[in-house]
């Protein structure tokens, strides 16, 4: 019996946390379709976008050209393994 009531109880638990976050979801839809918040909102997401791109775009310029070379090497290095081994001298 100890055990049915503690799911209950666990049940009850989730249920009430299910409600609170309808209940905040709610609330902050509600305040974001005001005009102020929502022109606010969209400001910082389309900043935190473009900041993103200019933080991420060094990396991009060196990281791909590298990854090109590193792949052609890599299968450059794949073929003389396969043509040693194909003539024999490689073990």
């Given at each position: 019996m100890a055990a049915?009531?503690?799911?209950?109880?666990?049940?009850t638990l989730c249920m009430k946390a299910k409600a609170l976050f309808r209940k905040w979801?709610?609330?902050?839809?509600?305040?974001f379709e005001r005009p102020a918040p929502r022109k606010m909102a969209e400001g910082l997401l389309w900043a935190a976008t473009h900041l993103e791109i200019l933080f991420f775009l060094p990396f991009r310029l060196f990281f791909v050209p590298m990854a090109w070379i590193l792949d052609r090497h890599g299968r450059k290095m794949r073929e003389i393994?396969?043509?040693l081994r194909d003539k024999g001298n490689y073990s």
């Open positions: 049915l009531s503690r799911a209950r109880s666990v049940y979801d709610a609330a902050l839809i509600r305040y393994r396969d043509h």
